[in-house]
């Protein structure tokens, strides 16, 4: 293996095992075995080491995503009549975060990357726009051929909901939602009054 790829299995290992902020110069050179030179010579600086393997680690968090939401296909159309269906692809989701929790806090820390990097920014916002695609198909059953503004519409507010899933089951998993219990609220019609 060549000193670039150790450095990048590194920069790897150290964004799963401690985020970005927290890894050092130190840090990639122990887990790497390169010297402090071989950064700078393969990668300019340690940050543009860190955000090209954020963006491998990305890439990978949105193909298992994809993955989840593939099996969906054709099944869920975002009515009521398919509340089976919603959980069952919740439930899947809510499993991936649990197998997958490193790989989740790295993609929510690389958010606040964004204000200082507009490559981060770039790269995020395009797995957005990806990921608004296949939550529109997998929740509303939106595809290609479907008005872009109602799958951007639909793909923005599952977005939404599985960033707040997320987040719950990073932070509290004791207490956040089943699969179950999120669908019953989303489908929810509200308090009557």
Request: glycine share 10%; with cysteine.
């Amino acid at each position: 293996m060549s000193a670039k790829d150790k450095l990048l299995l590194a920069a790897r290992e150290c964004l799963l095992a401690q985020g970005y902020a927290h890894t050092t110069v130190r840090d990639l050179v122990a887990a790497s075995g390169a010297n402090q030179a071989s950064i700078n010579y393969h990668f300019g600086s340690k940050e543009r080491l860190l955000t090209r393997a954020l963006r491998d680690l990305n890439t990978e968090w949105g193909e298992l995503l994809f993955a989840v939401l593939k099996e969906a296909d054709g099944v869920a159309d975002g009515t009521r009549s398919r509340l089976g269906d919603q959980v069952g692809l919740w439930g899947r989701i809510i499993d991936s975060i649990q197998a997958n929790r490193s790989l989740w806090f790295v993609n929510f820390e690389s958010v606040a990357s964004v204000r200082q990097d507009d490559e981060i920014r770039g790269m995020i916002a395009g797995g957005q726009e990806l990921a608004r695609a296949s939550l529109a198909r997998a929740f509303a059953g939106l595809g290609p051929d479907s008005d872009p503004g109602e799958v951007h519409a639909a793909g923005s507010h599952y977005l939404a909901l599985l960033v707040g899933l997320a987040s719950q089951w990073l932070t509290d998993p004791e207490r956040a939602p089943t699969a179950e219990q999120f669908v019953a609220a989303t489908f929810s019609p509200g308090p009557r009054r």
